[in-house]
């Protein structure tokens, strides 16, 4: 618990107005998008700039107070529930979009602005910001930067962290700096930009960040595959990449998916489809129509059972919503819904959801799986019941076996979701201890006291979903 | 100076052979491509793998010896200087390609490979890896990475950073990690993968590194256009990017850099001629004539004297050779050639360039300035004599006024060539003083007895190039 004195010295920089300490507000910022993830904050405050912004971590490095940056809180892997208790900083008041620059393609914004106005923003101009997570109508790029969001465009167009050419951070000692510029090529000592995006709110606070825009492309047409067999539908992707095209979406729903999504959606999917793939392209209209084209044959010659090409832009959205759908879809079968996100080498898709369907079959819990198959990044998504503390268990198994093969597969424990309080526990799978202990004294480097989003990324204990 | 047990041990873990401490060995090895910075190393020694490598490496840390890691020594800002004396570590045995992963679109190489090679080996698969430092037919891709190299397709495809999935590396206290993997996401901890490509060798040893690739491009077309005035060219590149185009290559030549060309290549450039632009773009046909065919006329629109747009190959080779022959026809004037990387906004070239060719008169030293338009990074590059200590110590004096500029412009002190030791005494001009401080808290979490590449980077006294 703060003292009486540390709120007032908070009223003090930022106005009484500005400062949440009541039972319901604490409530609220007392969790995000995970389930089971539950911890009250001391105290709420929104800044009115990077300068109070820099006095509220002064005081807090003074008082060893912790600090959760916190965006809209999508966060799916307890990346912005303060454990620890102290202060969640908001940023609804740093929202405004500062420039944008035509002539050296960036736009510089503020980290509270939501990620779709920037999208929306740029192409009203005919440029473009590709990354597309799927919380982007209610994210703000802050969170984004701070978790590097991925999305659907991926594979074509990268993550957030391509995006990013230049920062303002406050660091841990409440001292402001700026990373980077409007530069393409930067090599003036490491690269605190690239070190930054992602690091989770661990390693300083966000304040603004200049971002790279890209022309827009010309049009975009899209295609829905469906397959009775993952490894054909695998097999297309392979194919799709092996003759030389890199579509702008490239996603997968299995089976479980797909039932999920016909019963909600209606959408006239057979019920014998195994795999389904929605594929879109993007660019000049002569190189889209020709991919298109040469990717439907491709699909239908690894033994596609239907090919849909979209005509109009209505129709394009029909194709689409499937996938759209597939999360509330499927969320909407069971009371908790928990979503994934290990992530394989794009060859090693159709081995890795076989061994997800065989790990849910083992534990007995229902997991249906989508996600980026262009970039290898799967969604397996359990429907369970955070109640039901012994089938918990057997989901946090589960998981837990999933990880491990996504990490004998060449993957990654999370794609685009981030390491948070959640995955903490495995992030030495995947790293090693000594790349832990590396990762660990860079913390150490920017935040000695360890005030800055504590216990995220970094497992004090071996705490998981259940051990709550 | 080492002792001699210290050369007994290094011998019993590599064997005799591959050991050097001869006088012309280590003169060989006491200088790279900048002038002025000559520093003798203690012993050279040529590892044959990564378990021979960390064994050097505790060696060195249990003696506190310095170790630079040394691809084919074309630095230009010092940084493969053995400043401190040490061990030079040379990579000529570890020069092997592992795989080249055509479904995940990698090629895994050991950091020995010539750049070159390396293109090379994966277009004739159809696949492309676009980073093209101009030393690309000698240099490693370990140095690449180290220096986190550019080159002329920065533009369009980014830099080497852009292209590293996973590297493995020798830490400072020779445990081996391995970062990333063949993955478009991963968000699983700080990105070490990022911070070590371009941290100069001070960081750690990479020994493997995974590289993405891309479909290589259908086609590629060149166009040349001449200028009688800096802004007009300057302009054009404004207005290609106003037109949504990104054109693969987009160089930049000013008057004394065409003067040299001419008198050196005779392509029949006029000498009123104040700026050409190369530019060259690639992919699609149909996408690539268009936009060519687009680009001459906004050259012609914004004032070019004269558009040459190539039809063959042939014709293409011979417009690229100015550009190509830029550094050796100035090479050529005097004893010593200094290059430069300062880079601006893009929006800032004509301004920079103009307030380069002011400080040259200003300082009365001759200036050629060539580079690349499309991403800001200019190459400033001084005809001197080093042995002419009074005229040194006015190219320094001009070339400090030059990187202040650059950074009034929100530019950096190097675009591409690294940091090094000649140009560490300017790092704090570009990342402030807190920026430095957290930059040495790193390299402390990392190496905490410094001695991987020590004195680069980070600037211990203001030692520049006079001070020898």
Redesign the interface.
């Known amino acids: 618990m703060v003292r009486d004195s540390f709120i007032k010295s908070l009223i003090e920089i930022v106005g009484e107005s500005h400062v949440e300490c009541s039972e319901a507000g604490l409530m609220a910022y007392s969790f995000d998008a995970t389930p089971n993830f539950q911890s009250k904050p001391d105290v709420v405050v929104s800044p009115a700039n990077t300068e109070e912004i820099s006095q509220i971590v002064k005081l807090c490095e003074k008082h060893q107070v912790p600090i959760v940056p916190r965006g809209s809180g999508t966060n799916l892997a307890a990346g912005t529930t303060p454990t620890q208790g102290g202060v969640v900083i908001l940023f609804n008041r740093l929202d405004q979009i500062i420039e944008i ?5 960036t736009i510089t914004v503020q980290p509270g602005v939501i990620t779709k106005t920037i999208c929306d923003t740029v192409e009203a101009k ?1 440029l473009f910001y590709p990354p597309d997570p799927s919380s982007m109508k209610i994210s703000t790029i802050g969170g984004n930067i701070n ?2 969001s ?1 999305g659907l465009r ?2 074509k167009y ?2 957030t ?2 995006y990013i050419l230049a920062l303002e951070v406050v ?1 841990p000692n409440g ?5 980077g ?12 930009t ?2 930054l ?3 989770e709110g661990t390693l300083g606070i966000v304040t603004e960040a200049t971002l790279k825009l ?3 492309p010309e049009t975009k047409q899209t295609l829905l595959a469906i397959y009775e067999s993952i490894d054909q539908a695998s097999q297309t992707v ?1 194919s799709i ?2 003759n ?3 579509p702008a979406t490239l996603e997968f729903m299995d089976q479980p998916t797909i039932h999920a999504v016909e019963e909600y959606s209606h959408l006239g999917l057979p019920t014998q489809a195994e795999a389904v793939l929605l594929i879109e392209q993007d660019g ?1 209209h ?2 889209v129509s ?1 991919d298109i084209e040469q990717i439907a044959l491709l699909c239908r010659k690894e033994g596609a059972i239907d090919v849909k090409i979209a005509n109009t832009e209505e129709e394009a959205n029909r194709l689409r919503e499937g996938r759209r759908a597939a999360l509330s879809a499927i969320a909407r079968l069971s009371p908790t819904t928990i979503l994934e996100d290990a ?5 090693e898709i159709a081995p890795m959801v076989r061994q997800i369907n065989r790990i849910a079959e083992k534990y007995n819990v229902r997991i249906a799986t989508f996600g ?1 198959a ?4 799967l969604h397996p998504t359990c429907m369970t019941d955070a109640r039901n503390q012994e089938e918990m268990e057997r989901v946090e198994k589960a998981f837990e076996e999933i990880f491990a093969y996504a990490i004998e597969f ?10 948070g309080e959640m ?1 903490s526990p495995y ?1 030495a799978w ?3 201890d ?3 202990e ?2 660990k ?6 935040d000695p006291h360890n005030i800055m989003n504590p216990r995220k ?1 970094f497992a004090k204990e071996t705490r998981k979903r259940i051990a709550l």
């Open positions: 620059d035509e002539e050296n393609l005919g978790e590097n991925g991926g594979l990268g993550v962290k391509d660091l001292e402001v700096i700026r990373t510029g409007k530069l393409a090529k930067d090599v003036a000592g490491y690269d605190l690239k070190l995006v992602g690091s890209i022309p827009k392979s990449i092996a030389k095209m890199t000049p002569s190189v020709e992530t394989v080498p794009r060859s980026h262009g970039d290898g990044n060449g993957g990654t424990i999370t794609g685009e979701h981030g390491v995955k992030l995947k790293v090693g000594a790349g832990l590396i990762m004294n860079i913390k150490a480097a920017f990324m």
